[in-house]
């Protein structure tokens, strides 16, 4: 009965997944932003329907590689050939200042300095099914505010195998040599994977004409081949992720890509919102309330620090103002792989759990706002900024029906202020008449 019951939480909950992931792609949002409040809702802190995450924690972990393996396989390496300057470039100097600002406050904060690099690789990284849901609905997709956005995501997506090659590796036990020669070999890889997928066409996969073939097989091929290489890749001493990120990689540019994408698209999606879901019930609420300002606070400082940050790198690499600051509405998110490693620090006992659940929380925040950017993109998308050339005219342009909104609202509220004032002397006067009067009539008395 025990586990008849944690079944039917399960089939309970995944029901809130699908409905709540309806209903915010119904509101033009991100469905994964449903299924994390489908986890709170009916998670421990909540209605308690699903008490405990180890239920689902195996299924989450596949999601993560599954997730890994199509976003290999969804690169369009070509393109990114095109931009990789600009991607690579600010990408690298995204992690450098995000390094260094966490240096910063390490000194300031006496933090451990495994602490400062994990930060600094959340502060980094940005949501790449928010962004690309952004492009999408603003129809941005394929003009050149998405180029850059689109090829920024790759090189953080790039960038994410040799960051949990380097949290995994903070441990005693591992030597800064160890650390360097593995970093080193998944640059390496990543790189020639890279030059080498987009000079050539297409090739075949082994195997590939039996999937052509028995297109029932294929699902199953892609679960092999996505968890044999993250196994691999483990037994070699690297990241299971960037082994299923490379997997993706080698299907993504054969022939069959688009064969094993429609077929095992529907499994990735399932896993994924597994792995959204669990992120929802890791939600603590009370520490939640009882950290709130913190948490509004530190989620102020990472979207004004990254918003103000991509304006200036963009611009740096010769990109005008409008471009610039519109790619960086985009980026200003924390992405989701912030959870992966998040809970990769917390198994190598890198941060104690309270510092996992401020992390959760200021980036399901930081995802659940993501509608506050898309608003600004559609007015962006919809007004002629043509003509503005510089950022403050710019930011009073989109913001504009803000700001003509506060003026109303104050110079409502000054003259109400006024009428009750003016009422209230009236009133004081009226009271002080009566009073002198009684005052009066007893003095005579």
């Not at 699903?50 to 239920?55: F, G, I, P, S």
């Not at 090189?155 to 030597?175: F, I, N």
């Not at 890279?194 to 195997?207: E, K, M, N, T």
């Not at 959204?276 to 603590?284: K, R």
Request: aromatic share 10%.
């Amino acid at each position: 009965m025990e586990h008849g019951s944690d079944f039917t939480g399960l089939a309970i909950v995944a029901a809130a997944a699908t409905l709540c992931g309806m209903a915010l792609a119904r509101l033009k949002q991100p469905p994964i932003v449903g299924y994390i409040f489908a986890g709170i809702i009916l998670g421990p802190s909540a209605f308690a329907i699903v008490e405990d995450r180890m239920l689902i924690g195996p299924l989450a972990e596949l999601g993560v590689l599954m997730l890994l393996f199509f976003i290999g396989m969804e690169l369009s390496l070509r393109s990114f050939r095109r931009i990789w300057r600009i991607a690579v470039g600010v990408a690298a100097l995204q992690i450098i200042v995000s390094l260094f600002v966490m240096l910063l406050f390490r000194w300031a904060l006496n933090w451990p300095l495994e602490h400062a690099i994990l930060f600094a690789f959340v502060l980094a990284l940005s949501s790449t099914a928010v962004a690309i849901r952004m492009l999408e609905d603003t129809g941005e997709l394929r003009s050149r505010v998405g180029m850059i956005a689109v090829g920024i995501l790759i090189a953080q997506d790039l960038a994410v195998a040799p960051m949990l090659l380097v949290l995994e590796s903070l441990t005693k036990d591992v030597t800064a040599f160890n650390v360097i020669v593995k970093v080193s070999i998944t640059i390496a890889l990543l790189v020639f994977a890279v030059l080498y997928f987009s000079r050539r066409q297409a090739i075949d996969l082994p195997l590939g004409k039996i999937a052509e073939d028995k297109r029932e097989l294929v699902p199953l091929a892609a679960l092999t081949g996505c968890f044999g290489s993250a196994a691999l890749a483990g037994l070699l001493g690297l990241s299971p992720a960037f082994g299923a990120f490379m997997a993706g990689l080698f299907v993504g540019n054969s022939r069959q890509r688009s064969l094993f994408f429609d077929l095992a698209k529907p499994i990735e999606n399932i896993l994924l919102m597994v792995f959204f879901l669990s992120i929802g019930l890791l939600i603590d609420l009370q520490f939640l309330l009882d950290n709130l300002s913190l948490v509004i606070i530190l989620w102020l400082f990472v979207s004004v620090f990254k918003t103000a940050l991509n304006v200036g790198l963009l611009h740096l690499f010769g990109e005008p103002w409008r471009h610039a600051f519109l790619a960086s509405l985009m980026l200003a998110q924390i992405g989701e792989f912030s959870f992966v490693l998040g809970a990769v620090a917390m198994d190598h006992r890198i941060i104690a759990s309270e510092t996992h659940r401020l992390i959760v929380a200021i980036t399901v925040l930081s995802l659940i706002i993501s509608p506050l950017w898309l608003n600004t993109m559609h007015r962006l998308q919809h007004r002629a900024t043509d003509r503005i050339h510089s950022l403050g005219p710019l930011l009073h342009f989109v913001y504009y029906r803000e700001w003509h909104f506060i003026n109303e609202v104050g110079r409502n509220a000054m003259i109400r202020i006024k009428v009750i004032l003016r009422k209230l002397r009236h009133f004081w006067i009226r009271i002080s008449d009566k009073s002198s009067k009684q005052t009066k009539g007893y003095d005579k008395d």
